[in-house]
């Protein structure tokens, strides 16, 4: 596992108890690369932590959730990846990787302060979308010594029709291979962002600079490593732990903002989250909550209680 120096935890940007640390990792073909590791501790010392990692066009900002953590005695870390938010400069693609497997430092780095230098022995590790796939592809492949982990919304297939995952994917792949950082021609709505953000429709403020109302550019290269980590987690793996898979109930995909743009995943299609969540483990718990958003945590009011209940039953019953 990879430790490397350990740098001063400091302020972070949302204000203390939240400190952050800067990760200095290996330079890649763009220059250097910093992930960056956030905690807020709980009340009281304890041994137990949660490790947290984001999803794509995202960083870490979702305070209540991690409160919710340290009112049940967990230490709450999470780890903005290198090129997304704290972690992101200005020599850099916004998210760019070739091989998901490029994460796995910042999140073996992470994980080595949280055990070897904060000293927990019982950690809980917790991923959104994206990166719901690189953790579970992580800990397939490293066998981290993990009590459990928590999927919200993990994107496990692609979404679209059998064209977009037949052909579409080996086009994908091809032009990945050979070019890359060519940016696929697209056009974002926007309707999630503005769905959470306060000053648009929503009630959570973010830095838009760091995650984007209508997202970041997608580059072939990128794509062509979430098809390629698609393709693994299909073949199946085991991530050697009690594993709860958290999603909306249902797709939209809505022309304007209104309520479907509230009250479904708006993102990826569910019934793919469905039916790939018990490739992860042999032990997999699949909750779908009604009327929830795409983060099942940054949904309205009552979706969101009826999704920390599910938390709650689950940590319970499997991990505490």
Known sequence: MTSGA?????????????????????????????????VRRAAEPTRKAVLHVHGFCDYFFQTAYAEWWNERGYDFYAVDLRKYGRSLRPHQTPNYVTDLREHFPDIDAALHRVVERDGH??????????????????????????????LNSPWLDMQGGRLI??????????????????????????????????????EWMFNTEWKPLDSFPVTFGWLRAIRRGHDELHAGLDVGCPVLVLSSADTRWPQEMGP???????????????????????????????????????????????????????ATAYVD
């Open 121 to 150: 022995d019982h950690v809980v590790v917790s991923a959104h979308s994206t990166g719901g796939l690189i953790t579970s592809l992580w800990a397939n492949e490293r066998h981290p010594a993990i009590a459990g982990m928590v």
């Open 260 to 314: 479907d743009a509230h009250g479904y995943d708006i993102v990826l299609e569910v019934p793919q989250i469905r039916q790939w969540a018990s490739a992860i483990s042999s032990h997999v718990t699949y909750v779908a909550i009604p009327g929830a958003r795409h983060d099942v945590v940054l949904s309205q009011e009552g979706p969101r209680k009826q999704a920390y209940a599910e938390l709650e039953r689950w």
């Open 165 to 202: 995952r037949g052909i579409g994917t080996k086009v994908i792949k091809a032009v990945g291979a050979r070019r890359p950082k060519r940016v696929i021609p697209r056009t974002p709505e926007g309707h999630y962002g503005r769905s959470l953000h306060v000053e648009h429709d929503g």
């Open 6 to 38: 350990f740098d001063e935890l400091v302020p972070d940007v949302l204000g203390e108890p939240y400190l952050a640390e800067t990760i200095h990792l290996p330079p890649d073909e763009e220059g250097p690369v910093v992930a960056t590791l956030v």
